[in-house]
């Protein structure tokens, strides 16, 4: 898991880490196999995911991954209800942002993780 401003990111399929974090799930699609009840959310906030055009165009591509994070910060910017509502989890304490793609290196948790950091960030200075 990696940490940035109190949003922490993890694996749906990673054991799941003892704590009091929101724990929100970021994908647009359920991820397969596992059942609701098995990730004990606070909420499934899908449309702060990717669009399904921007997903299947990455298609977790590391070689688009400059690209990919470019786009999705634009949705992001023109998706200001799905941000503003994982700001509001984030404000109140530590959020973990769960994802089901497979590498953990190239994928819109870490993009979102930045983006909504920033944004918390911006929200402070003022």
């Not at 999705?72 to 959020?95: H, I, T």
């Amino acid at each position: 898991m990696t940490a940035q401003a109190g949003i922490t990111i993890a694996r749906v399929y990673d054991a799941r880490q003892s704590g009091t974090q929101t724990r929100l799930l970021v994908d647009r699609v359920w991820p397969r196999g596992v059942r609701k009840s098995d990730l004990n959310l606070h909420d499934w906030v899908s449309d702060v995911a990717p669009t399904t055009a921007l997903r299947v165009w990455f298609g977790h591509d590391p070689a688009r991954w400059d690209e990919f994070q470019k786009r999705y910060r634009a949705e992001l910017a023109d998706n200001p209800g799905a941000v503003s509502r994982c700001l509001d989890w984030c404000r109140k304490g530590p959020v973990v942002l769960l994802y089901s793609a497979r590498d953990r290196d190239h994928n819109q948790a870490i993009v979102l993780r930045d983006y909504l950091s920033g944004c918390l960030q911006s929200e402070r200075q003022k």
